[in-house]
């Protein structure tokens, strides 16, 4: 930038994106001087390196905005932890469960694990019940991205929130639709006594 520039000529485009031309950097750097600007390497590689005239703060400035504005657009997915044991009474499901399906409506992804202690390694079929029972209890409010499996002594399933939010609310305004006009009604014809002559 500005007298970094060690080439011997430049490629100069303005700060209105015009084509200057080709010259030395000090006469480009003279150029910005004149219009309170910088003088910019932004193509170091090319014959010969290409320099533009800006405002090199106000530059860097919008890039923070911009980078800030997209930060601020980017939603963080955390994953979150609920512990169950194979013995889990139904009381403490519940409350477990509950806590699964706040994070699920907050939009964090929800790791649920069995941990199986010495014996309880033999009893694995009650953890992949507790689960399967999880997955069906959140049906409405998560997806399954990870069906239960196995990792050493540890069970573990993947739940991550439903995209399709207020996809079942489409259904009934469907079935609302106005019924057709009703036909004008048509006097009734005459009986065939009435009809012989």
Do not use: W
């Given at each position: 930038m500005?007298?970094?520039?060690?080439?011997r000529?430049?490629?100069?485009i303005g700060?209105?994106?015009?084509?200057?031309g080709?010259m030395?950097?000090?006469?480009a750097?003279?150029?910005a001087?004149?219009?309170?600007?910088?003088?910019?390497e932004?193509?170091?590689?090319?014959q010969?390196p290409?320099?533009?005239i800006?405002?090199?703060g106000?530059f860097?400035?919008?890039n923070?905005?911009?980078?800030?504005?997209?930060k601020k657009k980017?939603?963080?997915?955390?994953?979150?932890e609920?512990?169950?044991?194979?013995?889990?009474d139904?009381?403490?499901?519940?409350t477990?469960k509950n806590?699964v399906?706040?994070f699920l409506?907050e939009?964090?992804?929800v790791?649920?694990?069995?941990?199986?202690?010495?014996r309880?390694m033999t009893?694995?079929?009650l953890?992949?019940?507790?689960l399967?029972?999880?997955i069906?209890?959140?049906?409405?409010?998560?997806?399954v991205?990870?069906r239960p499996r196995?990792?050493?002594?540890?069970?573990h399933?993947?739940?991550?929130p439903?995209?399709?939010?207020g996809g079942?609310?489409?259904k009934?305004?469907a079935?609302?639709?106005?019924a057709p006009?009703a036909?004008?009604a048509?006097?009734?014809?005459p009986r065939?006594?009435a009809?012989?002559?």
């Amino acid at each position: 930038m500005n007298e970094r520039i060690r080439a011997r000529e430049v490629r100069v485009i303005g700060d209105e994106g015009e084509q200057i031309g080709v010259m030395p950097p000090f006469e480009a750097l003279k150029m910005a001087r004149e219009r309170n600007l910088d003088l910019v390497e932004i193509s170091p590689t090319a014959q010969p390196p290409v320099c533009r005239i800006m405002d090199y703060g106000k530059f860097l400035y919008q890039n923070e905005k911009r980078e800030r504005e997209a930060k601020k657009k980017q939603k963080v997915i955390t994953v979150k932890e609920v512990k169950f044991r194979i013995n889990v009474d139904d009381h403490d499901y519940e409350t477990k469960k509950n806590h699964v399906l706040r994070f699920l409506d907050e939009g964090d992804k929800v790791k649920a694990t069995i941990f199986f202690r010495g014996r309880e390694m033999t009893r694995q079929s009650l953890g992949r019940q507790i689960l399967e029972r999880l997955i069906k209890d959140i049906d409405q409010r998560g997806l399954v991205e990870f069906r239960p499996r196995q990792e050493g002594n540890t069970l573990h399933l993947i739940l991550a929130p439903n995209k399709k939010e207020g996809g079942g609310k489409e259904k009934p305004a469907a079935a609302a639709k106005p019924a057709p006009p009703a036909k004008p009604a048509t006097p009734p014809a005459p009986r065939g006594g009435a009809q012989t002559a």
